[in-house]
């Protein structure tokens, strides 16, 4: 099926022609794209959307010239991708997922030795860099090392290296993974205004689908194959009278979504904030589904669909099993009353001069999912981390499962769970020799270490991949296999650090659910994210720039902050931007006074 226009050849920047490739990973042979045809037309953004190990990345690479595909053609502005690689890389502008940064160079470095690989006249790159650092917020920065640099900042520079010299054809490999919404945000406007501005056709790839809805058309992926091409509304459009929102005052939201999630009929049910977002196998009336048992006590609101909606609907089915569904994936914690879990007053972190975290205070009680968010260099990680017992604090209080950490952090360490953010795997490792190195390192051995591992092959669905490496592991295995580390040692605190960057809306879902489950068993579990539709799980949450907390609450309390009657629904995105854009505001107004 292709629901996009057939494009004159004048109009096409882009095309792929029955593309194939394959890639030999030790015995076995893997179909990484299969007889892909699609077209990204000139003067526009094109997503590329699709879950993980979809291809991507091998699309990209294959189109940037730097692969060579088994069958088929690829023309980038009017070049053959295959035939002539080094024009087409001349012509074209490529940022990789990790931005393609030297980070022992300075930002000046970096932008100098792009200029130099494109063989920009010394005469003309004044113009250029001051255009690109004013137009990426840089200027103030030419000087400082690339890996001193925020999440944030590293992505535009990354584009600004790329942009030394204009490219008609941009394609950029998920170039918002890992950055606040702040920053999406800002290379949303830097990207529209190349279009806009300058024409640039531009090919982009994201794991966040509420970005494909800003996209003029979408290429969507799965498995090598082409699902579909066209506007992001020709998509949705097919789930009209498909998706509703349902409340139940006095009903736990995590208990509400599993009933909703195994109800006959339902595809997808997912939290926002303390209501469930439901989209349905076919469309329904409001009225039946309130008869529905599985409705029972719920007020059923029909709400518009969008895109990932139909991502949802298009990759997965109702007969798709979830974890939710299976054994919960720990043994029940016993609760603790009312005394927090987790502690924290006057928590203060200082380097030389520099407040790194400022005193920060909060407590989260037992059983509870606790959110913590912030702009990229806002003090997160390094609370984090201090909670966790990696760090020592400057000066405050904090507790972890009744531990004082500043006193007796090993003996907390025993009792908590962490995923690291690039889930801290070793790569040469196989799977189970991972699950058995983490048991050992948490004190199992024995049969109570033979016992978990084959626990956590198990639950997480990793027996057929034992015996692999790590690292060819695909991005949502690398995640379920460090959720699974975490938990060998059945821990009362769960401790997960951007857990879901980069991994598609399939694999958020069922990592959701399990860790859903943990906190319905009472697992106190606390998360760092970028991801607001991630945020919308936490029970409460508390939003950091500078060191310090501005906000505290539930998602609802954040949106509440911001609801008006010309904006009555705003997304906790838009409360969060809101929120640090007025912290910028009073500190440049405090430093100006």
């Known amino acids: 099926m292709n629901l996009g226009r057939p494009g ?41 959307i699709g879950p993980d190990a979809a291809g991507k990345t091998t699309l990209m690479r294959l189109a940037a010239g730097l692969l060579v595909p088994d069958a088929g053609q690829i023309l980038a502005l009017g070049l053959d991708c295959a035939r002539e690689p080094l024009a087409v890389q001349a012509a074209l502008g490529y940022m990789p997922q990790r931005f393609g940064l030297y980070e022992d160079l300075t930002v000046q470095e970096n932008l100098d030795l792009y200029a130099d690989l494109h063989a920009v006249p010394a005469s003309a790159r004044p113009a250029r860099y001051d255009e690109l650092l004013h137009m990426t917020g840089l200027a103030g920065f030419t000087g400082r090392l690339a890996g001193r640099l925020s999440g944030g900042m590293k992505q535009k520079l990354g584009l600004a290296c790329v942009l030394v010299h204009p490219p008609g054809l941009l394609l950029l490999d998920e170039p918002t993974v890992g950055v606040d919404p702040v920053s999406r945000r800002e290379l949303w406007a830097i990207v529209y205004r190349l279009v806009e501005e300058q024409h640039t056709t531009v090919l982009l790839s994201t794991a966040y689908l509420d970005e494909a809805e800003r996209c003029s058309e979408v290429i969507l992926i799965h498995s090598g194959k082409v699902l579909g091409q066209g506007a992001p509304a020709d ?48 469309a329904r009336d409001p009225n039946e589904l309130r008869d529905d048992a599985a409705f029972a006590g719920c007020t059923i609101t029909p709400v518009s669909p969008r895109f990932e909606d139909a991502f949802i609907a298009m990759l997965s089915g109702p007969s798709a099993s979830s974890p939710s569904a299976r054994e919960a994936p720990s043994p029940a914690v016993q ?98 020799d991972n699950l058995r190195f983490f048991a050992r390192s948490y004190g199992l051995r024995g049969q109570p270490q033979r016992r978990r591992v ?36 059945e821990p009362e605190i769960l401790f997960l650090d951007e857990p879901t960057s980069g991994v598609d809306p399939l694999g958020r879902r069922e990592f959701w659910q399990r860790i859903n489950a943990l906190a319905e068993n009472g697992v106190t579990v606390l998360v760092t994210t970028h991801f607001m539709e991630e945020a919308e799980y936490c029970d409460r949450l508390v939003v950091m720039a500078r060191g310090q907390i501005l906000a505290e609450g539930s998602s609802e309390d954040m949106k509440a902050r911001l609801r008006t009657a010309e904006n009555p629904e705003p997304s906790l995105e838009d409360a969060f931007v809101a929120l640090i854009a007025a912290s910028e505001s009073n500190a440049e107004t405090g430093d100006a006074a």
């Open 8 to 48: 004159r050849a004048d109009s096409v920047a882009l095309s792929f022609r029955d593309v194939t490739k394959r890639f030999r990973a030790g015995d076995r042979t893997i179909q990484a794209l299969d007889e892909v045809s699609a077209e990204v037309h000139r003067g526009q953004v094109t997503g590329l």
């Open 235 to 282: 998509f949705t459009r097919r789930l009209q009278g498909r998706t509703f929102r349902a409340s139940a005052p006095g009903m736990a939201k995590r208990a509400m979504q599993r009933r909703l999630q195994q109800a006959a009929g339902v595809l997808d049910a997912v939290i926002q904030g303390a209501r469930v977002r439901v989209v349905t196998e076919q």
């Open 335 to 432: 609760r603790r009353g009312t005394e927090p879990v987790i502690a924290v007053h006057g928590l203060t972190r200082q380097f030389g001069d520099f407040y790194a975290v400022r005193n920060v205070s909060f407590s989260v009680q037992s059983g509870e999912v606790f959110g913590l968010l912030g702009a990229n260099g806002a003090g997160k990680s390094t609370t984090f981390r201090m909670l966790c017992g990696l760090l020592p604090a400057s000066e405050g209080k904090l507790k972890v499962a009744g531990v004082d950490l500043r006193h007796a952090a090993a003996q907390a360490r025993r009792r908590i769970g962490y995923m690291a953010q690039k889930f801290s795997l070793y790569g040469d490792l196989s799977v189970v």
């Open 454 to 489: 084959g626990w956590a092959l198990a639950e997480f669905e990793l027996e057929s991949f034992a015996d692999t490496t790590s690292r060819d592991l695909p991005l949502g295995y690398k995640q379920r296999l460090a959720l699974a580390a975490a938990l060998m040692h």
